[in-house]
């Protein structure tokens, strides 16, 4: 009976150790290889540098604080990754009216000459939580603080930020926007020149 169950566990165990190597050590490596030739700034999470150095993302959102800066999104996760979602409170939700009614009052107050309706955008989060992207409307509507704090004329401020519009996705999917971080980096090497 031994050697019964011995000559059925050996194929099941060189099936399992050979699975394993395959699935579990070869695949990973060739698929990495692969990414890493085909995508090499999307296979290591579309970093962005600053002096060499690691400062961020394309893809998650950071938030910004300093008046001389474009703020980003809200973030229900308070930017962390590992807990990505949205706040899940629904339009009709009374602490979500009152949030958003907040984050309306300290926009008002950071540029009180503003009259016009504050963007969506700036008062929401996504679904997510860590959209990297506003929309060039809450990008604009940044602009007379940012050249404040910046002594930077807002025409030029403005210009930059037509730069940095990206389109819809293939010419159709979702709407214009505007890479924080990028508009960030963008407006602190103006002010280098």
Known sequence: MDSKITRQIRPILGVLL?????????????VTAIARLAFPKKSIGSLMKANG?????????????????????????DYNGT??????LGPTN???TSVVLSRV???????????????VDLVTASGSGLDPHISPAAANYQVERIARERGIPA??????IAIHIQGRTFGLLGE???????????LDSLIAK
């Open 18 to 30: 050979m699975l394993t190597i395959l699935t579990g050590i070869a695949y990973p490596i060739a």
């Open 155 to 160: 025409a030029k401020i403005r210009e930059l």
């Open 83 to 88: 807990s990505s979602s949205g706040s899940n």
């Open 94 to 96: 009374d602490d979500l």
């Open 105 to 119: 009052e300290f926009l008002r107050a950071a540029g009180p000459d503003k009259e016009s309706r504050v963007p």
């Open 176 to 186: 214009p926007r505007v890479n924080v971080l990028q508009l960030n980096l963008s």
């Open 53 to 77: 150095k690691p400062i961020g993302s394309e893809l998650i959102g950071q938030p910004f604080t300093s008046p001389g800066y474009f703020w980003s999104r809200p973030s229900a996760c």
